[in-house]
């Protein structure tokens, strides 16, 4: 599912929310910050350490856009090097996160380590083209569905904006931050596995016990990590029966 978090020009982040979204988000974590003329960008797989240099960093830059990323993982290995933002076609200039699961055209393969964020941040360039332009970011969002949420940070001069947000409205703002779900909020911790081996489905108001969201009443399954009911895997495997 993910968490990503975006802060405007001068908002200061909320540790207790990036703190909830990584507890949520267990896998990865990362920031970019625009600091005049430059992207300051860190990665890390513990959430503390991460908060803590987002928090600082902040306060040393609050002049531009910002972001925070927690990954939950659904494709790609969990390492460093899928921790996003990721740099776009190779450009230190310009970064992309994203929350949700992008489209088979750019998962990887059974061999392939890389995360379906990073393998579209390295070919966003000759897939779609340059961001700045309107009809580029009308037609990402078209590709990717509402159920994804994108955050492009960029300090290229050829951009007239320093950020860009795609499928805002599918997202929430609170405090002056935008956050791409709830998971910015505390929540019940999901329940453990039950004794036939099923995840069971106590949490209030049918969540997923993965991600939290609300699953699909008609299918049992979560339309928003893809957690298959009958295997507890996330996304559904190839041997789903439900």
């Known amino acids: 599912m993910c968490l990503l978090t975006f802060l405007p020009d001068g908002v200061m982040p909320d540790p207790d929310a990036l703190h909830h979204g990584a507890e ?16 300051i960008v860190r990665r890390g797989m513990n959430p503390n350490t991460m908060i803590d240099k987002m928090v600082r960093l902040r306060q040393g830059h609050p002049e531009g856009p910002a972001l925070f990323h927690s990954r939950l993982a659904t494709h790609g290995r969990r390492s460093l090097a899928n921790c996003h933002p990721f740099p776009i076609g190779g450009d230190r200039r310009t970064v992309l996160a994203h929350n949700g699961i992008l489209p088979r055209q750019v ?42 949420k994108i955050v492009i940070l960029t300090v ?21 931050a935008w956050y791409s779900n709830h998971d910015y909020q505390p929540r019940p911790r999901r329940p453990a596995a039950g004794a036939a081996g099923r995840l069971s489905m106590e ?13 699909d009443s008609a299918t049992a399954r979560c339309p928003w990590c893809w957690w298959c009911p009958c295997t507890g895997a ?3 495997p190839d041997d789903c029966r439900c």
């Open 234 to 236: 996330s996304p559904f």
């Open 156 to 176: 290229d001069p050829a951009h007239p904006r320093r950020a860009y947000i795609l499928n805002e409205h599918a997202g929430t703002w609170h405090g002056g």
């Open 203 to 215: 949490l209030p108001g049918e969540c997923c016990p993965r991600c939290g969201e609300p699953i």
């Open 24 to 39: 949520h988000n267990p896998d990865g974590h990362g920031l970019a910050i625009v600091a005049g003329d430059r992207l």
């Open 107 to 148: 998962q990887p393969g059974r061999a392939d380590p890389r995360s379906d964020t990073r393998i579209a941040a390295e070919e966003f360039h000759t897939r779609f083209g340059p961001a700045h332009l309107a009809r580029v970011r009308d037609r990402l969002e078209q590709w990717i569905t509402p159920f994804n």
